[in-house]
């Protein structure tokens, strides 16, 4: 891939200017990838590892952050390995990860039929790569855990991915500022500023939804009313709309109504509805505390 391409891609210098000069000597970079709401995502092939290799670039911010070498030290089979990461100017990082074949967790729902045993066995996985996050020797928030953030291997193991909005929350904090990416996903407080341990656990509790077959459209237009599709195409453009979605969705996580148990299959019992109801509950308050306390909850479902 020539440096002037990922120029016309869009790129920011700081990218381009480390490919040039640092990545590129080490690495054949041959793809790109978009699909990502909050990065841009290379992949090559890395010339002496012999393997191939995925790089998300991000911006951060300019102040320097300790999340780069705390994610470096984690190993854990839910948590996609971390080669090698670093800071680079101007508030740009990156994570070099191997490239996972297997795809993402939104493109095999997209393809195919979940089983509960299944559906439970995947989110176990999701969260024992979050409990492994938020250790008290790690207290990292991913704050964007969602389907096309989650891969698959060939054993339908989860591998959790896309760490560009990896936060720590300080120990004499209760919560650090909430992701703006993916509103969908978003938990009620995030939309006050407000990112906790259980916020985690509220996405993960929409990712086990879908997983069970739970009805959530990422079609926008899908969560208007009749009166509010006639607002909505009033609206003068693009940033307005995407506005009028977001308080939208924030009204709808704010009253619970984002997940539809009668979408469920037939399959899914009362206490597992229960189980998704408390993982999402708009009130922080009234969730698991923490990841460890959701799985046990699967866990008791024998």
Known sequence: MK???LKDLGFPNEIINCVEHDLGKDIDFDACSFKGSNGYILFGEHNIQKKRIAIKFYYYGEDYHDEVRLLNQIKSPNLLTIMHARTIENGYAYFITEEVIGGDLD?????????LKSAVSITKGILNGVIELHKDTNRLLHRDLKPANILLDSNQNPLIADF???????EDQKYVTGSKHAALYRPPES???EYSFCSDVYQIGLVFYQLLGGYLSYNE?????????KEYFKLPGDFEKSKYIDQILKSLSERGKLTQMKSLPYFVNKPIQRIISKATNPDPDRRYSSASEFRLK?????
Do not use: A, C, V, W
Not at 164 to 170: A, D, E, N, Y
Not at 221 to 229: A, G, K, V
Not at 298 to 302: C, D
């Open 191 to 193: 939309h006050l500023d």
């Open 107 to 115: 493109s095999f729902l997209g393809h195919n039929r979940i089983g």
């Open 221 to 229: 237009e899908d969560y208007l009313t009749n009166s509010q599709r």
């Open 164 to 170: 560009g909005s990896l936060k720590r929350i300080p």
């Open 3 to 5: 440096f002037m391409d």
């Open 298 to 302: 699967l866990h008791e479902l024998g």
